[in-house]
């Protein structure tokens, strides 16, 4: 018996949506709902360096011509002038790549925003691991840059019920706020739990006695779906998804690691000073004997490729955390 060849992956897959074949999608989430919440708060603008397609940004764009500005490819000139336009009262969301927000204006971010604390909300897409088009384009370390910036809320969601109920609740927050974007067709997942965004908390999607995941982002996706395949092989896992980054609820996450489960950090995110660092400082300053391993990415700059065979190389994929699982177990 013929089995039939593995269709070859094109460049396309460099860029197309990590979600499923098959799976249920929200197209241009974050787009819509700034959309919707301009509509009812007239102080809401939109900016972007020369990524609104890219990033979703050109549905506002579309829908609010005149709250929309296009600062071209100049990060530092965008944060600076949304700045200026929250100093005015305006409440600006600001959308680039995270790299681009990260490494080429960190010092306009944190010293125009975030110093004197404006209501400014950065929005970064290509987080992690999310295109394949290697080092330049992959933010797989702006957590650890940002982390350290005192007063920046940071916010890593995980579908597009996330991203949709995040964006009025970023608007509404004070101070200085940095959205993981996922963009164009975004995987539609925790409407099937009982779940709401709260800006601040960490939830629990499910229980479970023999592991628990404490995930963020994209990753939680990857979590609810080995946890249900481990129920197979009689492995029963809890999921405590962590859309806030900063400031962590540590209070829950201590609550979940104070039992004898094996603990699995998972995050779109470089191992180096995201959330697995963040939940293992928790626990050391919280005196527990939990064992902890985590699912991230290496401390490297990362391979141009595919993104299936990317999460597949660099462990991110539902299947291997489900392989991790079972060998630390």
Do not use: W
């Not at 060849?5 to 197309?16: D, F, G």
């Not at 963040?278 to 401390?299: E, F, Q, S």
């Amino acid at each position: 018996m013929t089995t039939a060849p593995t269709k070859r992956l094109t460049t396309s897959a460099m860029i197309a949506s990590f979600a499923d074949p098959g799976q249920r999608t929200s197209p241009a989430p974050f787009g819509h709902a700034l959309s919707r919440l301009a509509d009812e708060r007239p102080e809401v603008v939109g900016l972007s360096a020369d990524l609104a397609k890219y990033t979703d940004m050109h549905v506002f764009r579309d829908a609010h011509p005149d709250r929309f500005f296009q600062m071209g490819m100049a990060e530092q000139a965008m944060l600076g002038a949304a700045a200026g336009m929250a100093e005015a009262g305006l409440v600006p969301f600001a959308s680039t790549y995270s790299v681009f927000a990260t490494r080429r204006a960190y010092d306009f971010l944190c010293l125009d925003i975030v110093e004197p604390g404006l209501n400014v909300n950065v929005v970064g897409a290509l987080p992690g691991l999310t295109t394949g088009y290697g080092p330049s384009h992959q933010a797989t370390e702006d957590l650890a840059i940002l982390r350290a910036c005192p007063g920046l809320t940071i916010v890593d969601p995980c579908d597009s019920v996330d991203i949709e109920q995040a964006v009025p609740a970023l608007a509404a927050h004070p101070g200085p706020t940095y959205l993981r974007l996922l963009r164009g067709k975004v995987p539609t997942v925790l409407d099937e739990y009982d779940y709401r965004f709260e800006l601040g908390k960490a939830a629990e999607l499910r229980g479970g006695r023999d592991v628990l995941f404490v995930s963020t982002g994209l990753m939680t996706m990857r979590a609810l779906q080995a946890a249900a395949r481990l129920e197979a092989d009689h492995i029963d896992a809890a999921v405590l998804h962590v859309p806030t980054i900063k400031p962590l609820d540590t209070e829950t996450v201590l609550a979940q690691l104070r039992t004898d489960r094996l603990v699995v950090t998972c995050e779109n995110h470089t191992v180096i000073g995201g959330l697995s660092e963040a939940v293992a400082a928790t626990a050391a300053y919280g005196r527990t004997g939990t064992r902890i391993i985590t699912a991230a990415l290496p401390d490297e700059f990362l391979a141009a490729g595919a993104l299936p065979t990317l999460h597949n190389r660099y462990g991110l994929s539902t299947d291997s955390l489900c392989a991790r699982v079972k060998a630390e177990l």
